[in-house]
DNA sequence: CGATCAGGTTTGTGACGCAGACTAGTTGAC
DNA sequence: GTCAACTAGTCTGCGTCACAAACCTGATCG
């Protein structure tokens, strides 16, 4: 036996804090921009930027870029897929969690 | 300004799914063998090894090899700053949940 | 004009998680 | 006694990735 290929339980794209933020700010305002998911979640441009790229590519959210006031803007919303990852995720953790406490 | 630093809420040591998982089942069973662990958490062995090094270099468990019926054994409990730490990381997931669930 | 700012994107790199190779010692078969 | 197989871990190489700093594009200001 090679080693016991242990199951994935938790998802690393959503678990990573940067993206736990992003997602769990997004689930509570329908959309957001760039500079306020920014201010929301602490993290830098470069960065936010960067998470963005993953979560767009792995379809857990939708981004749209217009200009605003002759400025450029990128606006994000979460898609189904993603409001139901970040669900299962928190749901998951819980389950995690419930290792340490069996019952009050 | 040259980029806000972002207060760093999460704890990454602790919140790496690996070391979660063995943070979490070691808070509910004071002590617990390697093979236990690994049974417990689906970790393979040298994933184990090295986050049981990385948990015990940052001080949040304690580790102690002996030799139980002639075989090596580790054993591994949880120390007062680990079983702060975890608490505490839980409760700072809670915080972050809530930013989605506004009150019900 | 040149400088500065807003709003992002691209790049360099060190750290790290992973799994598989390796080690040390034990037990069982012959 | 010695050979093979097993237990209990540790060590190593590699690919991935999060981070921040550098960079880019266009608008606005002096």
Do not use: C, Y
């Amino acid at each position: 036996m090679p080693e016991p290929k242990p199951e994935p339980v938790l998802d690393r794209l959503v678990h990573e804090p940067g993206r736990l933020a992003i997602l769990t700010v997004l689930s509570s305002v329908t959309n957001a921009d760039f500079v306020f998911l920014q201010r929301a979640t602490g993290l830098t441009k470069g960065n936010l930027s960067s998470h963005l790229a993953k979560l767009e590519e792995a379809g857990l959210v939708a981004i749209e870029k217009r200009f605003v006031r002759k400025k450029p803007n990128t606006n994000i919303a979460l898609t189904k897929v993603g409001r139901a990852r970040i669900t299962e995720h928190w749901a998951q953790l819980d389950s995690i969690r419930r290792l340490s406490e069996p019952s009050p």
